[in-house]
Structure formats: C-alpha cells, structure tokens
C-alpha cells in the first residue's frame, strides 16, 4: 500500500538556524498534508497544514512547501529555538478517517 | 483550558484481561479517534467516530473495540489483551472531518505481559 515516510530520522541545528524536515509521500490523490510536533511524553501537536492545491503556506516561524511533482512535502522552521526540540510528523490524508502519518523526525536544538 | 482527557496514564497489564482506556473532551467535537503509536511505525488509527452514536474502522481494528454515546466520551476497548498491544495510546477529536487539525490528550502508555 502507499505509505508516508521521511528522509531523515534525526536532525541537529545550532539555535538560531534555520531547519527543515524533509516528508516523502507516495499517495498522489490526498488531499491535504499536515505537520505536527510531539514534545517527549506528551502528545502531538499540530503545527501547519497544507492543501493539495497549493505549494506553499507560512505561519508563525514555520513554512510548509508541497512539492507534488516529486511527492515531497518540507517544514521549514526560522530562527530554531530550543523550545523546538521535538518530534515532528508529516501526515497525509483525503479526511480524517484515512490520515497516514510517518514515522517522525527527531529535531535537537543545540544551544 | 482540559482539551482531551485520558485516563489512566499508564497500565500494566496481564495478557487475556480486560481493559479499557478513557478518553473525554470538553470542546464538542464532532469527530473522535483513537491511535497507537510505536517507535518506528507512527500513528495509526485503530478507530473512529464522526459523530455520536457512530463509529468506524480505522488501519488497526483488530482487538479493539469502541462506542460512542455522546459527543464528549470515547472508551477504547481490549476484549482480551496480547503483548502486541503494548504501545502508547492515543485519543484525539477534531470538529470537523475534512482537515488534518486534531487535537490529541496525553497518552496512556499500556504494557501488556
């Protein structure tokens, strides 16, 4: 079946870089791409979402691009902060009865 | 502000019983799901509900069980626990399908042995 995935397990950024987590996807028909974070034992947090009908979306410090031509999905997080330090996830879906997440990248902050 | 409540936060639990995992909202949200999450492997769905008094599959059903008989609880279920069930245990809701925003409780970590 298809399936969501990520390129990069782990990542470390010095504070005050910039960093981005890379998401793979194979479902060329969901209709929408969601990130979240996860802070240890605590629960996923959404962060950003982005339709299929569109490539780019920012919100506070965050920039989500959708490159649907190579199935390629990016957060991008500006001026990274040790605040975020956390698991991030890229899900997929066409509603919320179907979203596939995966398997999560690991962002260090290092001060 | 509670969000999604869920109880307990963590269970020990022979193989063969019984158990049930809480999960309350104070938002109204329509939908509801429950996930498990193990190391490597995500979050998946186990099952739904879009609205009170229905429920859905999800990617995982198998040995779980759920019900829905209001809008703001919705018990997750193991007729008869298995080792495979060890996971973090997750309940989520969202107001409305159609978009990716859940919003998730804290977990409850089950060991099964």
């Known amino acids: 079946g298809e399936s969501v995935g990520l390129h990069l397990p782990t990542l470390s950024v010095q504070e005050g870089d910039n960093s981005i987590i890379n998401c793979a996807y194979s479902n060329s028909a969901s209709d929408y791409f969601i990130w979240y974070k996860q802070e240890s034992g605590k629960g996923p947090q959404f962060i950003i979402d982005?339709?299929?009908?569109?490539d780019k979306r920012q919100g506070q410090r965050v920039t989500v691009l959708l490159n649907k031509t190579v199935k390629h999905l990016s957060l991008q997080i500006a001026a990274t902060q040790p605040g975020d330090s956390a698991v991030y996830f890229c899900a997929e879906g066409y509603n919320n009865n179907d979203m596939r997440f995966g398997a999560g990248t690991r962002l260090t902050v290092k001060p | 502000i509670a969000g999604i409540t869920q109880a307990p936060t963590s269970q020990i639990l022979a193989a063969g019983r019984r158990m049930t995992l809480r999960c309350t909202q104070d938002m109204r949200h329509n939908a509801m799901y429950w996930y498990r999450q193990d190391l490597g492997l995500g979050l998946r769905l186990i099952h739904y509900?879009?609205?009170?008094?229905?429920?859905g599959k999800g990617e995982v059903p198998d040995g779980y069980s759920v019900s829905r008989a209001n809008t703001d609880d919705f018990p997750l279920t193991l007729a008869s626990a298995v080792p495979s069930q060890t996971s973090v245990y997750f309940c989520?809701?969202?107001?409305?399908?159609?978009?990716?925003?859940?919003?998730f409780g804290e977990g409850s970590r089950l060991t099964v042995l």
């Open positions: 509900s879009n609205t009170a008094g229905t429920t």
């Open positions: 989520a809701s969202s107001a409305q399908t159609g978009t990716g925003e859940l919003f």
């Open positions: 982005i339709r299929s009908n569109m």
